[in-house]
Protein backbone atom coordinates (compact mmCIF):
# COMPACT_ATOMS: atom_id res chain seq x y z
CA UNK A 1 0.00 0.00 0.00
CA UNK A 2 1.10 3.33 -1.12
CA UNK A 3 1.79 6.05 2.30
CA UNK A 4 -0.75 7.82 2.90
CA UNK A 5 0.59 10.81 4.30
CA UNK A 6 -1.62 12.01 6.45
CA UNK A 7 -0.92 8.75 8.70
CA UNK A 8 0.71 9.12 12.07
CA UNK A 9 4.46 9.85 11.42
CA UNK A 10 6.68 7.05 13.09
CA UNK A 11 9.05 7.44 16.67
CA UNK A 12 11.92 8.11 14.12
CA UNK A 13 10.30 11.00 12.28
CA UNK A 14 9.41 12.67 14.92
CA UNK A 15 12.90 12.20 16.47
CA UNK A 16 14.16 13.79 13.08
CA UNK A 17 12.25 16.91 13.18
CA UNK A 18 13.01 17.73 16.96
CA UNK A 19 16.32 17.17 15.88
CA UNK A 20 17.28 18.32 12.46
CA UNK A 21 19.75 20.90 14.25
CA UNK A 22 19.81 24.82 14.45
CA UNK A 23 18.96 26.54 11.67
CA UNK A 24 21.99 28.86 10.05
CA UNK A 25 22.01 32.32 10.46
CA UNK A 26 19.08 34.56 8.81
CA UNK A 27 20.06 37.72 7.53
CA UNK A 28 17.16 40.31 7.04
CA UNK A 29 17.41 43.60 6.01
CA UNK A 30 15.19 45.77 7.84
CA UNK A 31 13.84 49.65 8.45
CA UNK A 32 13.32 50.24 12.31
CA UNK A 33 11.83 53.41 13.67
CA UNK A 34 10.93 54.40 17.43
CA UNK A 35 9.20 57.27 18.01
CA UNK A 36 7.27 58.95 21.50
CA UNK A 37 3.62 58.68 21.28
CA UNK A 38 0.66 60.28 23.09
CA UNK A 39 0.90 57.93 26.55
CA UNK A 40 -2.93 58.00 26.95
CA UNK A 41 -2.95 55.73 23.33
CA UNK A 42 -0.02 53.36 25.01
CA UNK A 43 -2.21 52.62 28.66
CA UNK A 44 -5.30 52.06 26.21
CA UNK A 45 -4.34 49.36 24.25
CA UNK A 46 -2.48 47.51 27.02
CA UNK A 47 -4.27 44.39 28.17
CA UNK A 48 -3.72 43.75 31.97
CA UNK A 49 -1.04 42.65 33.47
CA UNK A 50 0.44 45.09 31.15
CA UNK A 51 1.72 48.31 32.37
CA UNK A 52 2.34 51.58 30.49
CA UNK A 53 6.19 52.79 31.36
CA UNK A 54 6.89 55.98 31.48
CA UNK A 55 8.60 56.15 27.77
CA UNK A 56 5.15 56.17 25.80
CA UNK A 57 7.05 54.64 23.05
CA UNK A 58 6.04 52.86 19.57
CA UNK A 59 8.66 50.73 17.70
CA UNK A 60 8.14 49.90 13.72
CA UNK A 61 9.90 47.47 11.89
CA UNK A 62 9.55 46.39 8.53
CA UNK A 63 12.25 43.53 6.99
CA UNK A 64 12.59 41.55 4.01
CA UNK A 65 14.48 37.92 4.45
CA UNK A 66 15.95 35.57 2.29
CA UNK A 67 14.77 32.55 4.40
CA UNK A 68 16.96 29.50 2.64
CA UNK A 69 15.49 30.78 -0.66
CA UNK A 70 12.35 31.77 -0.01
CA UNK A 71 11.40 35.27 0.35
CA UNK A 72 9.79 36.57 3.41
CA UNK A 73 8.00 39.74 4.18
CA UNK A 74 8.02 40.48 8.04
CA UNK A 75 6.99 43.29 9.89
CA UNK A 76 5.71 44.77 13.60
CA UNK A 77 4.03 47.44 15.33
CA UNK A 78 4.50 47.25 19.23
CA UNK A 79 4.42 49.55 22.04
CA UNK A 80 6.59 49.87 25.33
CA UNK A 81 5.33 48.16 28.24
CA UNK A 82 6.25 46.52 31.59
CA UNK A 83 5.28 43.33 33.12
CA UNK A 84 6.32 43.88 36.48
CA UNK A 85 10.04 44.87 37.04
CA UNK A 86 10.46 43.95 33.23
CA UNK A 87 10.46 46.28 30.41
CA UNK A 88 9.81 45.23 26.95
CA UNK A 89 7.46 45.75 23.84
CA UNK A 90 3.82 44.46 23.70
CA UNK A 91 3.00 43.73 19.81
CA UNK A 92 0.11 44.86 18.29
CA UNK A 93 0.29 43.63 14.32
CA UNK A 94 2.92 41.49 13.18
CA UNK A 95 2.46 41.06 8.92
CA UNK A 96 3.78 38.46 7.71
CA UNK A 97 3.80 37.20 3.57
CA UNK A 98 3.93 33.55 3.97
CA UNK A 99 1.72 31.55 5.76
CA UNK A 100 4.39 29.45 7.49
CA UNK A 101 5.69 32.22 8.66
CA UNK A 102 2.36 33.26 10.57
CA UNK A 103 1.19 30.11 11.75
CA UNK A 104 4.24 29.19 13.29
CA UNK A 105 4.94 32.58 15.46
CA UNK A 106 0.93 32.47 16.57
CA UNK A 107 1.01 28.84 17.65
CA UNK A 108 3.91 28.68 19.17
CA UNK A 109 4.39 32.56 21.00
CA UNK A 110 1.07 34.02 20.56
CA UNK A 111 2.19 36.70 18.38
CA UNK A 112 -0.73 38.37 17.10
CA UNK A 113 0.28 37.68 13.28
CA UNK A 114 -1.51 38.16 10.02
CA UNK A 115 -1.44 37.60 6.67
CA UNK A 116 0.00 40.90 4.61
CA UNK A 117 2.63 42.39 1.90
CA UNK A 118 5.53 43.90 3.61
CA UNK A 119 7.99 44.93 1.46
CA UNK A 120 11.61 46.96 1.77
CA UNK A 121 12.90 48.60 -1.87
CA UNK A 122 16.58 50.64 -1.90
CA UNK A 123 17.64 52.40 -4.99
CA UNK A 124 20.63 53.72 -3.72
CA UNK A 125 20.33 55.83 -0.99
CA UNK A 126 16.52 56.18 -1.23
CA UNK A 127 14.34 53.56 1.27
CA UNK A 128 10.78 52.83 0.53
CA UNK A 129 9.19 50.45 3.44
CA UNK A 130 5.67 49.48 3.53
CA UNK A 131 3.22 46.97 5.13
CA UNK A 132 -0.15 46.72 3.35
CA UNK A 133 -3.10 45.10 4.01
CA UNK A 134 -6.65 45.21 2.60
CA UNK A 135 -4.91 47.31 0.18
CA UNK A 136 -4.06 50.21 2.62
CA UNK A 137 -0.60 51.10 3.12
CA UNK A 138 -1.33 50.93 6.88
CA UNK A 139 2.65 52.16 7.86
CA UNK A 140 5.03 53.38 5.37
CA UNK A 141 8.47 55.17 5.51
CA UNK A 142 10.12 57.05 2.98
CA UNK A 143 14.06 58.26 3.62
CA UNK A 144 17.27 58.54 2.56
CA UNK A 145 20.49 56.93 4.23
CA UNK A 146 22.22 60.10 5.78
CA UNK A 147 25.41 58.00 7.20
CA UNK A 148 26.53 54.61 7.76
CA UNK A 149 26.70 53.78 11.35
CA UNK A 150 29.19 51.57 13.93
CA UNK A 151 27.76 48.36 14.45
CA UNK A 152 26.44 48.08 17.74
CA UNK A 153 26.70 45.17 20.10
CA UNK A 154 25.02 41.85 20.28
CA UNK A 155 21.54 43.08 22.04
CA UNK A 156 18.57 41.47 24.21
CA UNK A 157 15.03 42.98 23.84
CA UNK A 158 11.76 41.23 25.33
CA UNK A 159 8.56 40.97 23.88
CA UNK A 160 5.40 40.63 25.50
CA UNK A 161 2.84 38.11 24.10
CA UNK A 162 -0.48 36.82 24.93
CA UNK A 163 -1.22 32.67 24.03
CA UNK A 164 -5.11 32.37 23.41
CA UNK A 165 -7.99 30.75 22.38
CA UNK A 166 -11.66 32.03 21.66
CA UNK A 167 -13.88 29.38 23.37
CA UNK A 168 -15.55 27.15 21.03
CA UNK A 169 -19.15 27.99 21.97
CA UNK A 170 -18.36 31.60 21.35
CA UNK A 171 -18.39 32.42 25.57
CA UNK A 172 -14.77 33.56 26.35
CA UNK A 173 -11.83 31.39 26.01
CA UNK A 174 -10.69 28.23 25.92
CA UNK A 175 -8.53 27.73 29.19
CA UNK A 176 -6.58 30.56 30.77
CA UNK A 177 -4.90 32.90 28.22
CA UNK A 178 -0.69 32.37 28.86
CA UNK A 179 0.99 35.59 28.93
CA UNK A 180 4.60 34.83 27.41
CA UNK A 181 7.93 36.19 27.83
CA UNK A 182 9.67 36.15 24.32
CA UNK A 183 13.51 37.10 24.64
CA UNK A 184 15.23 37.98 21.47
CA UNK A 185 18.77 38.13 20.62
CA UNK A 186 19.47 40.39 17.78
CA UNK A 187 23.26 40.98 15.83
CA UNK A 188 23.69 43.51 13.20
CA UNK A 189 26.54 43.26 10.57
CA UNK A 190 25.30 46.59 8.89
CA UNK A 191 23.61 49.50 9.92
CA UNK A 192 22.80 53.48 8.90
CA UNK A 193 20.58 56.18 9.80
CA UNK A 194 17.89 57.27 7.55
CA UNK A 195 16.38 60.84 7.32
CA UNK A 196 12.51 60.71 6.03
CA UNK A 197 9.57 60.04 7.63
CA UNK A 198 7.28 57.39 9.31
CA UNK A 199 3.69 57.43 7.22
CA UNK A 200 0.53 56.22 9.22
CA UNK A 201 -2.55 55.77 7.62
CA UNK A 202 -5.76 55.44 8.80
CA UNK A 203 -7.02 51.72 8.66
CA UNK A 204 -9.95 50.30 10.31
CA UNK A 205 -8.40 46.77 9.96
CA UNK A 206 -5.07 48.21 11.67
CA UNK A 207 -5.49 51.11 13.66
CA UNK A 208 -2.12 52.20 14.33
CA UNK A 209 -3.07 55.82 13.21
CA UNK A 210 -4.22 56.29 16.53
CA UNK A 211 -0.28 56.12 17.82
CA UNK A 212 1.12 58.94 16.32
CA UNK A 213 4.50 60.27 15.62
CA UNK A 214 4.91 62.82 18.03
CA UNK A 215 8.99 62.74 17.81
CA UNK A 216 11.10 60.74 15.78
CA UNK A 217 13.62 58.83 18.23
CA UNK A 218 15.31 56.47 15.50
CA UNK A 219 15.07 55.67 12.29
CA UNK A 220 17.39 53.35 10.51
CA UNK A 221 17.97 50.55 7.99
CA UNK A 222 19.87 47.45 8.58
CA UNK A 223 21.16 43.72 8.02
CA UNK A 224 20.40 41.85 11.09
CA UNK A 225 19.95 38.04 12.14
CA UNK A 226 18.23 37.29 15.66
CA UNK A 227 16.88 34.16 17.57
CA UNK A 228 14.69 33.92 20.26
CA UNK A 229 13.14 31.69 23.32
CA UNK A 230 9.87 32.14 25.16
CA UNK A 231 8.77 30.78 28.07
CA UNK A 232 5.40 31.22 30.00
CA UNK A 233 5.47 34.17 32.46
CA UNK A 234 1.51 33.40 34.09
CA UNK A 235 -1.77 32.29 33.71
CA UNK A 236 -4.12 35.75 33.21
CA UNK A 237 -8.03 35.96 34.10
CA UNK A 238 -9.89 35.44 30.70
CA UNK A 239 -12.40 38.17 31.76
CA UNK A 240 -9.44 40.77 31.86
CA UNK A 241 -8.44 40.03 28.62
CA UNK A 242 -11.34 39.88 26.22
CA UNK A 243 -11.96 43.10 25.77
CA UNK A 244 -8.90 43.49 24.34
CA UNK A 245 -8.88 39.62 21.76
CA UNK A 246 -10.04 42.03 18.89
CA UNK A 247 -6.85 43.62 18.62
CA UNK A 248 -5.70 40.03 17.05
CA UNK A 249 -8.91 39.73 14.49
CA UNK A 250 -9.89 41.67 11.29
CA UNK A 251 -13.44 41.61 12.15
CA UNK A 252 -13.81 41.59 16.01
CA UNK A 253 -17.11 39.78 15.58
CA UNK A 254 -15.00 36.48 14.94
CA UNK A 255 -13.99 36.26 18.73
CA UNK A 256 -17.75 35.70 19.06
CA UNK A 257 -18.72 32.90 16.76
CA UNK A 258 -21.18 30.68 17.51
CA UNK A 259 -20.07 27.38 16.48
CA UNK A 260 -20.94 25.63 13.14
CA UNK A 261 -24.94 24.21 13.19
CA UNK A 262 -28.14 24.46 11.13
CA UNK A 263 -28.61 28.15 12.47
CA UNK A 264 -26.01 29.25 11.59
CA UNK A 265 -25.46 27.94 7.72
CA UNK A 266 -23.40 24.60 8.85
CA UNK A 267 -24.05 21.39 8.95
CA UNK A 268 -26.14 19.45 11.49
Known sequence: MKRIRYSAR??????????????????????????????????????????PD??????????????????????????????GDRAGWYALVMPMSTERALVSGREVFGEPKKLGEVTVERDGDRVLARMVRHGIAFTEVDARVSEELPLPPESESLAFYFKVLPAVDGDGTDGDPLLVHCLRRERVRR????????ILRESAYDPVADLPVRRLRELTVGEKTSDQRGRVAERVSAQALLPYLHQRYDDPRQITDAPPGPANGGAA
Not at 19 to 47: F, K, R
Not at 191 to 198: D, I, K, Q, S, Y
Request: negative net charge; aromatic residues 2%; charged residues 20%.
Open 191 to 198: LERLTGEV
Open 10 to 51: SEEELAAARTGGPLPDIWSTGVAAVWETDPDAVAAVLPPPLK
Open 54 to 83: EHALVRLNISQVDLLGHPLGAGSVSVSARH
